[in-house]
Structures are given as C-alpha cells and as structure tokens.
C-alpha cells in the first residue's frame, strides 16, 4: 500500500473497512484487495483495488462500497481504479483475515512462503497432502487442516463451493464438510 499522507492513510483504513461482499466475515484490507489511495485536492479520493481473480464478479460491489463509505466522510468525488499488478495472491490475506477465516469455519489459504514460480498440481487429489511439481522438484505441499477440529486429515469433495475461490472438503476426523478458500 502507498500512502502519502496521514488524511490519505486515514481514508485509506476508511475504505478498507468495508466488508468483502462474498466473505462479509473479512474485510477489503484484511483481505488484501485495497491497494493505495490518493487525494486529489480536499475532496476527491482515488483509490486502487484489485481483485482476486480476473472477472471476480465482486469487483463492482467492492467498488460502489468503497464509493459510498469514502462519500459519507466528506469526498465529494470519488474513483475506484482496478488495478491488475502487482497481482492478488492469497499470500495478501493478513493473519487477522486468516484467524476470521477459520474462526467462520472456513480453512484459509495455505501460505507458499516463496516468491516466483508457483509450481501446480494437475491431477485429481481426494485426501491428504498433494504434490506438485515445481523447478526445485517435487514439493509436498502443507496439508489443509479442519477450522473445526484442526485435523489434517481432510479429503477434497469438490475442487468448487459455494464462490469460484473456495472449494469443498470435509474432515476425516470431525466428518464436518467446509470450505477451503484456495490458493491463489
């Protein structure tokens, strides 16, 4: 995030406060989607937003709330501008928005923990651990755990759910079925 003043750092939290629409448990800073925000003059505000994925329908949403909220403290003009680079990645999830994520029942992302090439798994994976195959070799990736129980001992039901970022799996353990917001 690029800031340049304290009433731009304020407005900044301000439209970051607005709750993600398809997780309203996040909100857009927790979830890592607000980028920066500029003043232009004392009251017009532009703010950069990007989305999780290209197409997320949740963009405009986002948009108009971010719109709204800035408006109600006193921007008589403001612009949401999406911005595709750097990229979103999961990784843009703060600590707090994973602990939200799992205290909702939903398994956050598993961090990569490395920049560069994201190696990719293409084959179907029912239980367990999957591997994928990157530059360095085989890479086992981190097991996605239960947020009810914390057993790793989970099997993916359907690579979909109830949004295109998460998919379906339940735990061996506890039986519960829940989401688990993919890696990205």
């Known amino acids: 995030m690029v800031t340049a003043t304290a009433l731009e750092a304020e407005l900044l939290e301000?439209?970051?406060s607005v709750p993600d629409p398809e997780l309203p448990v996040l909100t857009l800073h927790e979830l890592g989607v607000v980028r920066a925000l500029r003043l232009h003059g004392s009251d017009a505000a532009e703010v950069d937003l990007t989305p999780t994925y290209t197409g997320c329908p949740a963009i405009e949403t986002m948009s108009l709330d971010i719109e709204r909220v800035l408006r109600e403290h006193g921007l008589r003009e403001v612009s949401?501008?999406?911005v595709l680079t750097p990229a979103w990645s999961t990784d843009d999830i703060?600590?707090?928005?994973?602990?939200k994520l799992r205290e909702f029942g939903i398994a956050p992302p598993r961090t990569r923990g490395t920049s560069g090439p994201i190696p990719l798994a293409l084959g179907p994976t029912r239980t367990g651990a999957m591997e994928a195959t990157g530059a360095a070799g085989t890479v086992e990736a981190e097991p996605v755990h239960c947020p009810h129980c914390?057993?790793?001992d989970t099997e993916l039901l359907s690579r979909f759910s109830s949004?295109?970022?998460?998919?379906?799996?339940?735990?061996l353990s506890c039986r519960e079925p829940f989401d688990h917001f993919k890696e990205l």
Do not use: D, H
């Open 14 to 16: 301000l439209a970051g």
């Open 80 to 82: 949401v501008r999406t």
């Open 94 to 99: 703060t600590p707090e928005g994973r602990r």
């Open 150 to 152: 914390g057993s790793a």
């Open 163 to 171: 949004t295109a970022c998460k998919a379906l799996r339940r735990c």
